[in-house]
């Protein structure tokens, strides 16, 4: 009879308890791609190390002779996720308060994001941290993306003096490499007419969000992608496994949501099948 089991808890199973087992000294491995040292230095660090040379304790012998064939099957299937796409809604926001800042608040997530993704020559957009590597940092570092934060402000920028900073655009004429006159428009913080107490024609004040939000939306673009990834492994590992039967991680969809007598902030849940999908809200 198969064993019920938290696909948080079988993925640690899997990368921390089972998958070192193929290491032996001075073997080499005959599994590509399944050097665990590999797979510990892009989920811990993000990036593989260059291990050129000599180093007998970092070759490995097959998994498959010494690992638990449920445990390859689980890497297995974390690795598949390396190759699914971006769908991402022009209107995505992990951070529905963050409307009522207008441009503020679309540049926050524009910038979240920038940090997510990146475009390739062709226009499309790909994670810059695939999913696969993602479930595998958490499932040896244990945990989950960390996307709380506090409710962010709108502020004002502000001087040394505490009062508020006036900007203004003064044209600059100057000749290039070329020898043409170019004209340009450059900002001076100088918009403020201390003579006359107020601002000067054309000056401006600039705002910012406070705590930076970039972070927590990162995180929270993570954690909906690693929730929904979790979700996809319970489906594909539910009748494969030997020993083992995988179940949905209690975790909330949106455990960073507010909840109170008057609303409750929160999207549709992501869900990943042929492609990654970032839902909006």
């Not at 599994?31 to 510990?40: E, H, K, R, W």
């Not at 796409?85 to 951070?95: A, T």
């Not at 524009?110 to 940090?115: F, K, L």
Request: proline share 7%; net charge neutral.
């Amino acid at each position: 009879m198969k064993k019920r089991i938290d696909i948080e808890k079988l993925l640690k199973w899997a990368y921390c308890e089972e998958l070192p087992k193929g290491a032996r000294d001075g073997v080499q491995s005959a599994v590509a791609g399944s050097n665990f040292l590999a797979i510990i230095e892009l989920g811990l660090l993000g990036t593989r190390v260059d291990t050129s040379g000599r180093a007998p304790d970092r070759q490995f012998s097959r998994f498959d002779e010494v690992v638990h064939p449920d445990a390859m099957k689980v890497h297995e299937a974390v690795c598949s996720f390396n190759f699914l796409d971006l769908d991402l809604p022009p209107d995505w926001c992990p951070m529905p308060e963050l409307a009522v800042f207008g441009e503020h608040g679309r540049n926050a997530i524009n910038g979240a994001v920038n940090s997510l993704t990146v475009v390739d020559g062709q226009g499309q957009r790909w994670l810059q941290r695939p999913v696969g590597q993602l479930v595998q940092t958490y499932a040896i570092m244990g945990g989950c993306p960390d996307g709380s934060c506090e409710a962010p402000e709108l502020l004002t920028v502000c001087g040394e003096h505490g009062g508020p900073v006036w900007f203004r655009l003064v044209k600059h004429r100057y000749y290039d490499d070329g020898g043409t006159r170019v004209t340009a428009q450059v900002e001076k913080d100088d918009g403020w007419d201390k003579y006359r107490k107020r601002p000067k024609r054309g000056a401006y004040q600039k705002k910012y969000l406070h705590p930076d939000p970039h972070e927590a939306l990162v995180k929270r673009g993570e954690y909906q992608l690693w929730l929904a990834a979790l979700s996809e492994l319970v489906e594909m590992l539910g009748n494969s496994l030997t020993d083992y039967e995988p179940v949905m991680t209690p975790r909330p969809a949106e455990p960073w949501s507010v909840v109170d007598t008057e609303k409750r902030l929160r999207g549709r849940p992501i869900r990943i099948a042929r492609k990654i999908s970032l839902t909006a809200t």
